[in-house]
């Protein structure tokens, strides 16, 4: 069915659209844009007063499938992915067995579409088993379909190892995506290091296990020629030091969370687990040079981490508990309250940092615009309809967010992938 959308507020930066205007989506593809269009054949849903986006992408999804589908399946995670108006999100490669081979390439892409209800990208392990001492078979696994490589979870502590990733995937023009973690030095630490974690009697991480190896990588970006997708971010210093990179032409791109803009170390006084991920929460000097390496362009990407885990990993002793919490439902939410109402950025800037640069990183060339051509990815968000952050009404097989009970303003009322509505006002199709 042809679809027709009408009055909405388009942001599609790369056609530098920014106004009200009419969508046609025709066989998978944005068709037509232009002011009162008509088509008799199509589906009219009128959007005046909503924001129309290319369908979001996020570059940091834990799916969890194959191994631990009671934290998450791609059925679930496709339905909260939808939910929070991402058309196609990145799933990384720390699964059980680990994404190390072309098979399991392979098979992500053939469950996944069976599922048919969004975009899902492989990414492929830099070591094998994710162990960090022997790269895997990095060109059978860009052919079997790979979009990037990580072995995020698990820091690549050999910076040679890590030297000889780059130069290989450079031949395949795939980014390596680094988890910036000096294990060493964060040894046993389950939150922020700093006043905070000496009051409650809990082991710190120093914010120096992320710059070191940060500063590494870039080194190692300089080195190669190689590119460097530096994740999840969270301290002022990290961000000065890409700051530099960049200026210098080094090939580094890098994201952080809206859990690392929205909330700091403070989320942990209560012992929420939740609110226990990695890298930690950080301090409000954090906060907002996050805040501003997000305005002025420093960092690339916002992305979710969404690291779902069953509540047995969770409801135990901090000390105890698993590092990681949900995102994919609230991430555009929290970025519209705590980015756009509150002023670092506007909608041109939000959806470059969700959606463009994303699909430029990736090389999913017909992803992130509205343009005629283009991938029928389009996602609508009302911003005046509010929700409450409800265990009963997460879509994520697992509820491990700090934000529940939290009123979010702004939902996602329609999601059209691949031409077709997937998802809308709370149903999916």
Same mark, same amino acid.
């Given at each position: 069915?042809?679809?027709?959308?009408?009055?909405?507020?388009?942001?599609?930066?790369?056609?530098?659209? #920014?106004?009200?205007?009419?969508?046609?989506?025709?066989?998978?593809?944005?068709?037509?844009?232009?002011?009162s269009l008509k088509a008799n054949s199509a589906r009219i849903i009128d959007c005046d007063g909503k924001f129309v986006l290319p369908g979001l992408i996020d570059m940091h999804t834990?799916?969890?499938?194959?191994?631990?589908?009671?934290?998450?399946?791609?059925?679930?995670?496709?339905?909260?992915?939808?939910?929070?108006?991402?058309?196609?999100?990145?799933?990384?490669?720390?699964?059980?067995?680990?994404?190390?081979?072309?098979?399991?390439?392979?098979?992500?892409?053939?469950?996944?579409?069976?599922?048919?209800?969004?975009?899902?990208?492989?990414?492929?392990?830099?070591?094998?088993?994710?162990?960090?001492?022997?790269?895997?078979?990095?060109?059978?696994?860009f052919e079997a379909g790979a979009r990037a490589l990580s072995d995020d979870g698990k820091p690549i502590m050999n910076a040679q190892l890590l030297r000889c990733a780059l130069e290989?995937?450079?031949?395949?023009?795939?980014?390596?995506?680094?988890?910036?973690?000096?294990?060493?030095?964060?040894?046993?630490?389950?939150?922020? =290091?700093?006043?905070?974690?000496?009051?409650?009697?809990? %082991?710190?991480?120093?914010?120096?296990?992320?710059?070191?190896?940060?500063?590494?990588?870039?080194?190692?970006?300089?080195?190669?020629?190689?590119?460097?997708?530096?994740?999840?971010?969270?301290?002022?210093?990290?961000?000065?030091?890409?700051?530099?990179?960049?200026?210098?032409?080094?090939?580094?791109?890098?994201?952080?969370?809206?859990?690392?803009?929205?909330?700091?170390?403070?989320?942990?006084?209560?012992?929420?687990?939740?609110?226990?991920?990695?890298?930690?929460? %950080?301090?409000?000097?954090?906060?907002?040079?996050?805040?501003?390496?997000?305005? #002025?362009?420093?960092?690339?990407?916002?992305?979710? #981490?969404?690291?779902?885990?069953?509540?047995?990993? @969770?409801?135990?002793?901090?000390?105890?508990?698993?590092?990681?919490?949900?995102?994919? =439902?609230?991430?555009?939410?929290?970025?519209?309250?705590?980015?756009?109402?509150?002023?670092?950025?506007?909608?041109?800037?939000?959806?470059?940092?969700?959606?463009?640069?994303?699909?430029?990183?990736?090389?999913?060339?017909? @992803?992130?615009?509205?343009?005629?051509?283009?991938?029928?990815?389009?996602?609508?968000?009302?911003?005046?309809?509010?929700?409450?952050? =409800?265990?009963?009404?997460?879509?994520? @097989?697992?509820?491990?967010?700090?934000?529940?009970?939290?009123?979010? #303003?702004?939902?996602?009322?329609?999601?059209?992938?691949?031409?077709?509505?997937?998802?809308?006002?709370?149903?999916?199709?």
């Amino acid at each position: 069915m042809d679809i027709l959308l009408k009055g909405g507020h388009i942001v599609d930066p790369i056609n530098k659209v #920014d106004s009200s205007s009419d969508i046609l989506i025709k066989d998978e593809k944005i068709a037509k844009i232009g002011k009162s269009l008509k088509a008799n054949s199509a589906r009219i849903i009128d959007c005046d007063g909503k924001f129309v986006l290319p369908g979001l992408i996020d570059m940091h999804t834990h799916l969890r499938q194959p191994g631990r589908e009671d934290e998450e399946t791609f059925l679930t995670g496709s339905k909260a992915a939808l939910k929070g108006g991402f058309a196609s999100v990145l799933c990384m490669a720390n699964t059980n067995p680990p994404v190390d081979n072309k098979g399991v390439v392979e098979y992500i892409y053939t469950e996944s579409k069976r599922m048919g209800l969004i975009n899902i990208y492989a990414v492929g392990a830099v070591t094998k088993n994710l162990e960090g001492k022997e790269l895997t078979e990095i060109g059978q696994i860009f052919e079997a379909g790979a979009r990037a490589l990580s072995d995020d979870g698990k820091p690549i502590m050999n910076a040679q190892l890590l030297r000889c990733a780059l130069e290989y995937a450079k031949m395949f023009d795939l980014p390596i995506i680094s988890h910036c973690e000096d294990l060493n030095l964060s040894k046993d630490g389950v939150m922020n =290091e700093g006043f905070i974690s000496t009051k409650l009697g809990l %082991r710190g991480i120093p914010r120096a296990s992320e710059i070191v190896m940060v500063m590494r990588d870039i080194e190692l970006a300089e080195l190669t020629g190689g590119k460097v997708h530096i994740a999840h971010i969270t301290t002022w210093q990290a961000v000065e030091l890409i700051r530099q990179a960049k200026r210098k032409g080094i090939k580094v791109t890098c994201e952080t969370c809206p859990h690392y803009f929205a909330l700091t170390e403070e989320a942990v006084l209560g012992f929420d687990t939740n609110a226990k991920v990695n890298p930690p929460l %950080r301090t409000k000097e954090d906060v907002e040079a996050i805040k501003k390496g997000l305005s #002025d362009g420093t960092i690339d990407v916002i992305a979710t #981490d969404h690291a779902p885990h069953s509540e047995e990993e @969770k409801d135990v002793e901090f000390d105890s508990a698993v590092f990681g919490m949900v995102g994919l =439902e609230t991430a555009l939410s929290l970025s519209f309250a705590e980015l756009i109402e509150k002023g670092p950025l506007n909608w041109k800037q939000l959806v470059e940092k969700m959606s463009v640069i994303p699909a430029k990183i990736l090389g999913l060339n017909n @992803k992130g615009s509205l343009g005629i051509g283009a991938d029928a990815d389009v996602v609508v968000f009302d911003p005046k309809t509010s929700w409450v952050v =409800e265990i009963k009404k997460l879509e994520s @097989k697992s509820k491990n967010t700090p934000f529940i009970g939290k009123k979010l #303003d702004g939902a996602v009322i329609l999601a059209v992938v691949g031409g077709r509505i997937r998802y809308e006002n709370g149903e999916f199709k």
